[in-house]
């Protein structure tokens, strides 16, 4: 059974990293089947066989022997895992609407991390999923958390946006981001919404902060020499251009509502809040 679950949650993967492709340029995510995105031939049955084809296939096409990317193993191997952990943890309809989001967020990543926007296509009709969800299969989130945890989801981080806007002059929270923990919090209730806000902001802080030194000009290099500062001056990057670093936020909040939908019995209800 273990197996099989696995499998299923591999081949929902498979989808999702064909969604993530096809959502930002318009294309429908049903028709045509699933295309090798460099020579455009379908794939056979037999190449559709999530992380066993392409571990035959050693990350390459069969028709043009080009690149697959190491994120759909990755997804595969992910989504599977946590396919299997879900069902055996949660009761059958808890794990399946666990899935379902996670499934969601997958995406949404994906999308983020590709074009700096998160597909409202996902996220809209993963609020009145979530809902229903939330009151129907979730008996430990209940039907009035599943709205309070909607309105905390989305309305903290409108505001947080809005804030930001009014001191900085300019965008720093977007609607998809909005939407995408309002989902969340639809799902996993008001406790799920605020543990995805704190976790990912802290995420999206420590990794903005990696990835301004990271890129900070080293002494000696043109780019240095070009922009050279006095003798007191140091190439540590500014306060102004840490805080302008400019990262995608989707991920850093699917991860951490990924890891409350997963593990949020361990550290939620049962535990952290108690």
Not at 127 to 141: D, F, L, N, Q, R
Not at 157 to 165: I, K, V, W
Not at 177 to 199: K, N, P, S, Y
Request: overall charge positive; hydrophobic content about 55%.
């Amino acid at each position: 059974m273990a197996v099989v679950i696995f499998f299923a949650g591999a081949s929902v993967a498979s989808f999702a990293t064909l969604a993530a492709y096809r959502l930002p340029r318009g294309l429908s995510v049903v028709r045509p089947g699933s295309l090798c995105p460099l020579c455009g031939k379908p794939l056979g049955l037999w190449a559709k066989i999530p992380v066993v084809s392409y571990l035959a296939l050693r990350g390459r096409c069969a028709m043009c022997g080009g690149p697959i990317g190491v994120r759909h193993l990755v997804a595969e191997l992910g989504l599977g895992a946590a396919a299997v952990y879900l069902f055996w943890a949660f009761p059958a309809s808890s794990a399946l609407a666990r899935f379902v989001l996670v499934s969601a967020l997958l995406v949404c990543s994906l999308v983020d991390y590709d074009w700096r926007l998160i597909p409202n296509a996902v996220t809209m009709p993963g609020m009145v999923v979530g809902v229903a969800a939330g009151s129907w299969m979730m008996p430990e989130v209940g039907w009035k958390e599943s709205l309070i945890g909607l309105g905390v989801g989305a309305g903290v981080l409108y505001l947080t946006g809005e804030a930001y806007r009014l001191v900085r002059r300019r965008e720093g929270v977007g609607l998809g981001d909005v939407f995408l923990t309002g989902m969340a919090g639809a799902f996993l209730g008001w406790r799920g919404a605020f543990f995805t806000l704190v976790a990912g902001s802290l995420l999206g802080t420590l990794f903005g902060l990696i990835f301004a030194f990271a890129r900070a000009p080293q002494p000696g290099s043109e780019e240095t020499a070009e922009t050279a500062v006095p003798a007191s001056g140091s190439s540590t990057p500014s306060a102004a251009s840490i805080l302008g670093t400019e990262l995608p936020f989707g991920p850093f909040l699917s991860l951490a509502a990924g890891w409350y939908a997963l593990f949020g019995p361990l550290m939620g209800a049962k535990g952290l809040w108690q």
